[in-house]
């Protein structure tokens, strides 16, 4: 986990410097040991995790997709009140993710995503609040939980 975190934080930052890899790995770390506290999860990794490095990257660009096409679609929500599907609505969502962290990958995954927000994560279900209908009603189909789920199969 720590070596994701820092590779995360070298991406965002855009740039290789002293002072940006000195900050990486002190926070990477104290997140990581953290969140390994918290969560059960191994701080440093591991040979599964290197193998899941190409299902990552799927995940991370599956989420940029869906970011951009939500981007999309607030903007036409914006541009063009008339096209509007309804008022917003709280959803529960059953993830049937069986992993704490895929459920918190999953819970952030959709918080990020523009007109969605995760407003509480309890015993495997989640608590959406979705500004239009028509955003709430893809969250039991999404790509992000398709590729959970194939990602816990792989782990056990």
């Known amino acids: 986990m720590v070596w994701w975190l820092f590779l995360i934080w070298i991406v965002l930052n855009g740039r290789v410097t002293a002072d940006v890899l000195i900050s990486g790995a002190a926070v990477s770390v104290g997140i990581g040991l953290l969140s390994g506290r918290i969560l059960g999860l191994r701080p440093w990794g591991g040979r599964k995790d290197l193998a899941r490095l190409p299902q990552a990257a799927a995940y991370i660009l599956s989420l940029v997709e869906q970011v951009l096409l939500a981007n999309l679609h607030m903007a036409r929500r914006i ?78």
Do not use: M
Request: with cysteine; hydrophobic share 40%.
């Open 79 to 156: 541009l063009a009140p008339g096209s509007r599907a309804g008022k917003g609505r709280l959803v529960w969502f059953d993830t049937e993710l069986s992993g704490q962290g895929s459920r918190l990958l999953l819970a952030n995954s959709i918080t990020l995503t523009p007109g969605t927000v995760t407003a509480a994560l309890h015993e495997g279900k989640i608590w959406i609040y979705a500004l239009d209908e028509s955003f709430a009603g893809g969250l039991r189909d999404s790509k992000f939980c398709a590729r959970l789920k194939q990602w816990e199969g792989e782990g056990k």
